[in-house]
């Protein structure tokens, strides 16, 4: 049978984006992150036949503490790859960057990006 594990409103503080400013000092990010995996008929509550949410927490900050990048897709592109590691069915993140340049015009900016490996 499958099952999902949900992240939401995961928060990081971050040098990401386009702009030099954007790199030099802290934003806010916040990832939702959802893992759809098979949970094996023999399954009997022992955490390593499942995702280990710690290790999949670690995997983002990882990503998220790294060398700034331009855009928020590639971040996104980034946590979808390192999910890999755990042999979901599919992932789907969602980045938002409340704190952009448009932020007198709107309250938050996101992109989402789903990945299959069925």
């Given at each position: 049978?499958d099952y999902?594990?949900?992240f939401?409103?995961?928060?990081?503080?971050?040098?990401h984006?386009?702009?030099?400013?954007e790199?030099?000092r802290?934003?806010?990010?916040?990832?939702?992150?959802?893992?759809?995996?098979?949970?094996e008929?023999k399954?009997?509550?022992?955490i390593?036949?499942?995702?280990?949410y710690e290790?999949?927490?670690?995997?983002?900050k990882?990503i998220?503490?790294?060398?700034?990048v331009?855009?928020?897709?590639?971040?996104?592109k980034?946590?979808?790859?390192?999910?890999?590691?755990?042999?979901?069915?599919?992932?789907t993140?969602?980045i938002?960057?409340p704190?952009t340049?448009?932020?007198?015009?709107?309250?938050d900016?996101?992109?989402?990006?789903?990945?299959s490996?069925e």
């Amino acid at each position: 049978m499958d099952y999902e594990i949900q992240f939401n409103g995961i928060r990081f503080n971050s040098k990401h984006g386009v702009y030099s400013s954007e790199k030099e000092r802290d934003q806010l990010f916040i990832i939702d992150l959802s893992i759809v995996s098979l949970l094996e008929e023999k399954f009997n509550d022992d955490i390593d036949q499942v995702i280990n949410y710690e290790e999949v927490f670690n995997e983002v900050k990882k990503i998220m503490d790294s060398n700034p990048v331009d855009l928020i897709e590639t971040l996104a592109k980034q946590i979808i790859d390192s999910m890999r590691r755990f042999d979901p069915k599919s992932v789907t993140v969602t980045i938002h960057k409340p704190q952009t340049i448009m932020s007198e015009y709107s309250d938050d900016i996101s992109v989402s990006l789903r990945q299959s490996f069925e």
